[in-house]
Nanobody
Framework: VQLQASGGGLVQAGGSLRLSCAAS??????MGWFRQAPGKEREFVAV?????????IVDSVKDRFSISRDNVQKTTVYLQMNSLKPEDTAVYYC???????????????????WGQGTLVTVSS
């Protein structure tokens, strides 16, 4: 499975961005977003099940970020980011889990394929 992340850029604090992750496969089990700020570990942000009926967003952003999927092709997942803050600055990565799971995957090791990342910079 190949993943293409896009939508990053430079935005002022309080602004919005929508990231997209396009998968080459139409069927996958879960797609997640992670981010890695300079000098920090890559951290989980959000995950969506293939059916779109289960999702999880990390507490620190869940009142500002949302995750969704295109319901036609079912190959693209979006991360809508509102009220952006300078601390949201990071490279955002999408990843796919191509195996079944019991609970929505939130750890890096639970994912099988990764996109190349897209840089989000939030200026103050």
């Amino acid at each position: 499975v190949q993943l293409q992340a896009s939508g990053g850029g430079l935005v002022q604090a309080g602004g919005s961005l929508r990231l997209s992750c396009a998968a080459s496969a139409r069927i996958w089990y879960a797609m997640g977003w992670f981010r890695q700020a300079p000098g920090k570990e890559r951290e989980f942000v959000a995950v969506l099940s293939w059916r779109g009926d289960k999702k999880r967003i990390v507490d620190s952003v869940k009142d500002r970020f949302s995750i969704s999927r295109d319901n036609v092709q079912k190959t693209t997942v979006y991360l809508q980011m509102n009220s952006l803050k300078p601390e949201d600055t990071a490279v955002y990565y999408c990843a796919v889990r191509n195996r079944n799971y019991n609970d929505l995957p939130t750890a890096r090791l639970e994912y099988d394929y990764w996109g190349q990342g897209t840089l989000v910079t939030v200026s103050s």
